[in-house]
């Protein structure tokens, strides 16, 4: 089992800036890829970025540019840099990780294990 927390979040004007962070615990040598999920009221559970054990990293086009994973493997620390913030990126962000062997990094399917979430709310 994993376990995850998720904190880092709150309100800031357009164009502000975020850090999110994500404790881990449990068995994370069997974890395949961690990654930040975000939705909006209405609206599915999108994939935000993601990184593999190795370091590969994938980013939805949408914050290519301005937001940026990153971690620390001895502490299972997983970070969200957000900036250059919009209100279409007010959600709740959720901190994700899988040991599938075979996953889509930004299939919420594809997770098995789910942080609690914090709220990012950007306003205009």
């Known amino acids: 089992q994993v376990q995850l927390v998720e904190s880092g979040g709150g309100s800031v004007q357009a164009g502000g800036s975020l850090r999110l962070s994500c404790a881990a615990s449990?068995?994370?040598?069997?974890?395949?890829?961690t990654g930040w999920f975000r939705q909006a009221p209405g609206k599915e559970r999108e994939g935000v970025v993601s990184i593999t054990s190795g370091g590969t990293t994938y980013y939805a086009d949408s914050v290519k540019g301005r937001f940026t994973i990153s971690r620390d493997t001895a502490k299972n620390t997983l970070w969200l840099q957000m900036n250059g913030l919009k209100p279409d990126d007010s959600g709740m962000y959720y901190c994700?990780?899988?040991?599938?062997?075979?996953?889509?990094?930004?299939?919420?399917?594809?997770?098995?294990?789910w942080g609690q979430g914090t709220q990012v709310t950007v306003t205009s």
């Open positions: 449990g068995r994370m040598s069997r974890v395949r890829l």
């Open positions: 994700a990780a899988t040991n599938r062997y075979t996953c889509t990094w930004y299939d919420a399917a594809d997770y098995n294990y």
